[in-house]
């Protein structure tokens, strides 16, 4: 654990402000959920809850069956890493954050279907030079919880009847897991 060297006072109602510089930091946003914890020494600890990241083991399977099926390697995130990977080693991915271009098509609740692959760049993972063909973020009950993206292969640079039936399924199904 990292000391930041900022002191916050409860305040009448047991509300603390969480800094802005933090808040940026760890992409932490209005109506983001949050869980404590607390230790034996007295700490307490705020983690942002990811309810993707929760089922990430249900992701995974998700991705091995779209990576079978299509032959395209899979990610899935929530709405800050990705969490789930197939037919990419996990160390590339794994825990990487997501890029802002990505952001901002769940924010906006798009959809990216690349159409010609020559003309694509639409990098999903930070520090990682790997297109995407195909991204869906993940809805649960109005909420963005993550996203089901396809990468490039060496066989497959634009997105095909069959990603994109995938990939929805995919979205669709991750999304109702969630809601449970």
Do not use: W
């Amino acid at each position: 654990m990292k000391a930041t060297g900022i002191v916050r006072r409860i305040d009448d109602l047991g509300r603390v402000v969480i800094p802005k510089e933090i808040r940026r930091t760890m992409r932490i946003r209005e109506g983001d959920p949050l869980e404590i914890y607390t230790n034996s020494e007295g700490e307490v600890i705020f983690k942002k809850y990811s309810a993707i990241s929760e089922m990430s083991e249900n992701a995974g399977y998700v991705a091995d069956i779209m990576h079978k099926i299509s032959g395209c390697p899979v990610l899935i995130s929530d709405k800050d890493h990705i969490v789930a990977t197939a037919g990419v080693t996990r160390r590339e991915f794994s825990e990487r954050r997501i890029t802002g271009q990505l952001e901002e098509l769940m924010e906006n609740r798009g959809q990216f279907f690349c159409p010609d692959g020559s003309t694509n760049s639409f990098f999903p993972a930070e520090g990682v030079d790997r297109t995407a063909i195909a991204a869906v973020p993940i809805i649960t009950a109005g909420d963005i919880s993550g996203a089901v993206i396809f990468l490039t292969s060496e066989k497959t640079s634009e997105a095909a009847d069959i990603h994109k039936s995938l990939i929805n399924a995919a979205a669709q199904f991750l999304s109702r897991q969630i809601d449970g």
